[in-house]
């Protein structure tokens, strides 16, 4: 399906708008699009649209977006449609777009006709699994060795280090001979 639509090229802070034909499922942009007809400038107003070309593709069927269609009827192309499309709602006119519809509440008549309201089960939180605590591994004979060398060897690194730093420490004897 075609479509009408505005492309941005301006910079930033200076909008400036193609007026083009395209592809309603791909975007207007790095010139993917079938046909330029026209410009708008929102800063100066300044609007250059190709009546006769505008006319031909919506006669072809495609169809304008809101902003160009309000632009087309500004600029007196489009004849058929003197009502521009209002793009920006209030809050008001949206809300009453989209009625809220009401909860009903179940009234005590129902209970007079001889239906009984049955009471809601309590719904309660998610209980914490209780935690387990695994029993202990036993420790095979194999295992208990690997874990005294282990120790031995850390023992033995741990008096190496101790040593090492006493031996940083201890203050260092100079001999210092006099000449007479």
């Given at each position: 399906?075609?479509?009408?639509?505005?492309?941005?090229?301006?910079?930033?802070?200076?909008?400036?708008?193609?007026?083009?034909?395209?592809?309603?499922?791909?975007?207007?942009?790095?010139?993917?699009?079938?046909?330029?007809?026209?410009?708008?400038?929102?800063?100066?107003?300044?609007?250059?649209?190709?009546?006769?070309?505008?006319?031909?593709?919506?006669?072809?069927?495609?169809?304008?977006?809101?902003?160009?269609?309000?632009?087309?009827?500004?600029?007196?192309?489009?004849?058929?449609?003197?009502?521009?499309?209002?793009?920006?709602?209030?809050?008001?006119?949206?809300?009453?777009?989209?009625?809220?519809?009401?909860?009903?509440?179940?009234?005590?008549?129902?209970?007079?006709?001889?239906k009984t309201k049955e009471p809601k089960e309590e719904i309660k939180p998610a209980e914490k699994p209780e935690e387990v605590n695994p029993a202990p591994k036993k420790i095979s004979k194999l295992d208990s060795d690997k874990?005294?060398?282990?120790?031995?060897?850390?023992?033995?690194?741990?008096?190496?280090?101790?040593?090492?730093?006493?031996?940083?420490?201890?203050?260092?004897?100079?001999?210092?001979?006099?000449?007479?």
């Open positions: 399906m075609l479509v009408i639509r505005l492309f941005r090229v301006g910079k930033l802070n200076q909008p400036f708008f193609k007026i083009v034909v395209t592809e309603k499922k791909h975007a207007a942009r790095a010139g993917r699009f079938v046909e330029e007809v026209g410009f708008y400038n929102p800063l100066t107003k300044e609007k250059g649209i190709k009546a006769d070309r505008v006319k031909y593709w919506l006669g072809v069927g495609a169809q304008a977006s809101d902003t160009v269609h309000n632009l087309f009827v500004s600029e007196k192309i489009i004849e058929d449609a003197k009502k521009k499309i209002n793009i920006t709602k209030s809050k008001k006119e949206k809300s009453a777009e989209e009625p809220v519809k009401p909860v009903e509440k179940p009234t005590e008549q129902a209970s007079v006709e001889g874990i005294k060398s282990v120790e031995k060897t850390q023992e033995k690194a741990s008096t190496e280090i101790k040593s090492e730093k006493a031996k940083k420490k201890a203050p260092v004897e100079t001999t210092e001979t006099k000449t007479e």
